[in-house]
């Protein structure tokens, strides 16, 4: 039994990685911001996605957070810098 949880809890984990690839590969920077917002939509039922909790996206949102080092800058302070 605690192997079937563990399995799971590795194959959702597999899961978070994987979309959180996608989603930089996808929209680069502004990946976090995206994941963010697909979370607060399936909160508010906005989206419906039967296979990813708004829970998952923000794990999502975590792993990217990371890959980044905290990186994510708003976008007034990249007006500021003149990126």
Same mark, same amino acid.
């Given at each position: 039994m ?10 959702a *984990?597999?899961?978070?990685?994987? !979309? /959180?690839?996608?989603?930089? #590969? ?16 399936? *909160?508010?039922?906005?989206?419906? !996605? /039967?296979?990813?909790?708004? #829970? ?28």
């Open positions: 605690i192997f079937a949880w563990l399995e799971k809890r590795r194959q *984990r597999a899961l978070v990685e994987s !979309d /959180a690839t996608a989603m930089i #590969e996808q929209h680069g920077g502004s990946a976090y911001h995206v994941a963010r917002d697909r979370a607060l939509e399936q *909160r508010l039922h906005k989206i419906i !996605d /039967a296979d990813r909790t708004p #829970e998952h996206w923000d794990q999502v949102r975590f792993a990217i957070r990371k890959r980044f080092r905290h990186q994510v800058i708003d976008t007034a302070t990249k007006y500021l810098r003149g990126r």
